[in-house]
């Protein structure tokens, strides 16, 4: 082989790529701050908790959003080694974001709580790395905790993966404690990237940023052949040609390098602006001498839930557009197009893979770009066939078809539950109530058990989650993923105010809930829209029937103020009086509905009615 620094050197034998995997909060970002800091690359003085966590709603939340790529220097027997090391998320929503990174790796570090055992994504993440033919470290974390119970988890993995005990390493990411053995293991057990370090270059793109001053940086994975600064590029699969301005490695910061070789994580700068010019799993090549077949890129996921975003300030509608083009690079996963409604103007059907990742892009988009939004009530998409025949995808509620419905089928989700055994019976009564069918069960460990449900997305995907907790005291965990579809006995659900029905407020459920809906809706915004001169009837219907009705009551001017004693016929006639002008008033009446109440009749957190119309009162009285 040629000496270093030779050209026709390559590092390839040397460099390990590996991604940390675990359930959420089992300590990923923790061991990679220890890793960071071990390698030296991270000082005593600039080290921080969550060093890798870079944007500031994953610091505050404390849960990791984006995965992170970062290099790091290694000494194992002599030999210097550079450890390519991606930190992934761990919650469901952003499973998307983990099986891009295993398809950057050869290796996996499957990260284990020693207090809480296997959970539902670390089987998940297990499931993704072992498909993608990775080697997997399996690693105890947290073992300074009192309540550590290594022995028992070690067994249950061992069980899991069909090795010995002795191989499951332990570690803290709190006081650092087996972390070297951690780094010393990755290099013998992770296999050197393979690939051909002579061929034309071709790299995956495996994530990309916007930023506001270098325009797009693009994150490759090298597969083959090296990549060199000043050289023109193609990226593949849309056929357009750059000229990279940098290219690099992060380590922990991006450190410019003149060229990228096979088996390297790195990032290229081309300067261009245009969103459209990057997409992530696409192939760079070197224009030169080009790659004939580009790298099998990856799947575009698909949304589980819909829901409308809007500019409250209908003028921000074009910074909308833009600001969601610049997320979009960094967020594959997130697919949009333009909406109008009557209630709310112009905005975009968005598509997410959960709530969680909904809540993460409104909140990016009012962070990192200054918009003010309101977002509609999530749903899933239906597929409804009619008795004419014809067939209508629905992603938003209030496109459901009129008229005689054959067919509606809902998508239904595989979910994969597990909990201590003593919580069985509740979780049982839960699924049924949620319209769910029972599958196998089986033990983990005496007292751990692996429960398998097939439940409607629908059910699942709003407050499953949280009433599993509650219902388990804390102690279950959940994954699911896509099932098939079934057919479903589904209406649409109307909410009229003053007879206009309001598209915002629409909504897709089971004939069984349609009523409860109903009631919730019509109570809700009876609570939030300030009483007008007059009476406005707030409706719930299925087609032309209604469910549910309240009534927001009229303001009643005390016309009988003035009116010191006198005789009754007088203040009858002035009663009749204010009546005919309410009745007028009726007739003419447009109901004006405050911002606020929208967003708070459309929140599906435990958005504070009460507040939220106390704040609805003062505004109007202050109008
Ligand atoms: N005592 C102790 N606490 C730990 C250890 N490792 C992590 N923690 C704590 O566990 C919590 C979760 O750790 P994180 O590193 O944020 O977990 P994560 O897996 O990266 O979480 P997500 O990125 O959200 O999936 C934090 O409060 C850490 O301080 C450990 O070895 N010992």
């Known amino acids: 082989m040629a000496e270093k620094n030779q050209p026709g050197f390559t590092r390839q034998p040397f460099i390990r790529n590996f991604c940390i995997i675990a359930h959420i909060d089992h300590g990923k970002s923790t061991v990679a701050d220890r890793i960071l800091q071990l390698s030296g690359i991270v000082g005593q003085r600039e080290m921080h908790d969550r060093f890798l966590d870079r944007m500031d709603i994953e610091q505050e939340r404390g849960i990791t959003i984006k995965s992170q790529a970062v290099r790091v220097p290694w000494v194992f027997d002599g030999q210097e080694y550079t450890l390519g090391m991606i930190d992934t998320p761990g919650h469901v929503d952003f499973s998307y974001e983990v099986s891009r990174s295993l398809a950057a790796c050869e290796g996996a570090v499957l990260l284990v709580d020693a207090t809480q055992g296997i959970e539902a994504q670390t089987l998940s993440n297990l499931y993704m790395a072992i498909d993608h033919d990775l080697a997997i470290i399996p690693v105890l974390n947290k073992i300074d905790l009192p309540s550590a119970e290594p022995d028992k988890h070690a067994a249950e993995i061992a069980g899991l993966l069909g090795v010995d005990e002795s191989e499951i390493l332990r570690v803290s990411g709190k006081t650092g404690e087996g972390v070297s053995e951690l780094l010393d293991r990755i290099v013998t057990d992770i296999p050197a990237p393979e690939g051909d370090p002579e061929g034309p270059a071709r790299a995956l793109i495996f994530d990309s940023v916007y930023d506001s001053y270098r325009g797009i940086v693009t994150y490759i994975r090298m597969i083959d052949g090296t990549l060199r600064s000043r050289r023109k590029i193609r990226m593949m699969g849309l056929g357009t040609v750059h000229d990279p301005i940098e290219l690099g490695v992060i380590s922990p910061d991006m450190e410019p390098a003149g060229q990228l070789c096979a088996g390297e994580v790195g990032y290229i700068i081309t300067g261009v602006k245009d969103v459209s010019q990057s997409k992530v799993g696409d192939t760079i090549t070197e224009e030169s001498s080009p790659a004939s077949e580009p790298l099998p890129g990856y799947h575009d996921p698909r949304p589980m839930v819909y829901a409308g975003l809007f500019p409250i300030d209908n003028a921000q509608f074009p910074d909308l557009r833009d600001a969601l083009d610049k997320l979009k690079l960094n967020d594959a996963a997130l697919v949009y197009e333009p909406e109008t409604s009557v209630a709310l103007g112009f905005g975009f059907r968005c598509g997410f893979l959960g709530l969680l990742h909904m809540e993460i892009v409104s909140e990016r988009l009012s962070r990192e770009f200054g918009l003010d939004l309101i977002s509609t009530a999530p749903s ?177 001017k005390d016309v009988l103020a003035k009116c010191y004693g006198g005789d009754i016929t007088r203040k009858r006639k002035l009663l009749e009086k204010q009546k005919a002008g309410k009745k007028r008033m009726k007739m003419l009446g447009h109901v004006e509905v405050p911002q606020e109440a929208f967003v708070a009749a459309l929140a599906t957190g435990n958005t504070n009615d009460r507040d939220t119309r106390d704040k609805i009162r003062a505004a109007e009285k202050a109008k």
């Open 380 to 556: 899933v998409t239906y597929d409804v066939e009619m008795e004419d025949r014809s067939d209508h995808h629905v992603t938003n509620p209030s496109e459901f078809p009129e008229g005689k419905v054959r067919r509606v089928t809902e998508p239904m989700v595989a979910a994969d539950i597990i909990l201590p055994k003593e919580f069985i019976g509740p979780v049982m009564e839960l699924c049924q109530e949620r319209r769910g069918q029972m599958g196998t069960m089986e033990y983990l460990s005496p007292e751990r058990v692996e429960m398998h449900y097939r439940l409607p997305l629908a059910e699942i995907v709003f407050d499953f989650f949280d009433q599993l907790k509650s219902r388990t005291k804390g102690y279950a965990s959940l994954d699911y993923h896509e099932d098939g579809e079934q057919d479903a006995d589904l209406v649409k659900v109307d909410i009229l105010i003053q007879g206009e029905p309001v598209d915002a407020f629409s909504a897709i459920v089971h004939r069984d809930k349609a009523y409860a809906y109903g009631v919730m809706m019509t109570k809700k915004l009876r609570e939030l829209i300030p009483r007008q001169q007059f009476e406005i009837p707030v409706q719930a219907a299925i087609g032309a029937r209604i469910i549910a009705r309240e009534n927001i009551r009229a303001l009643r």
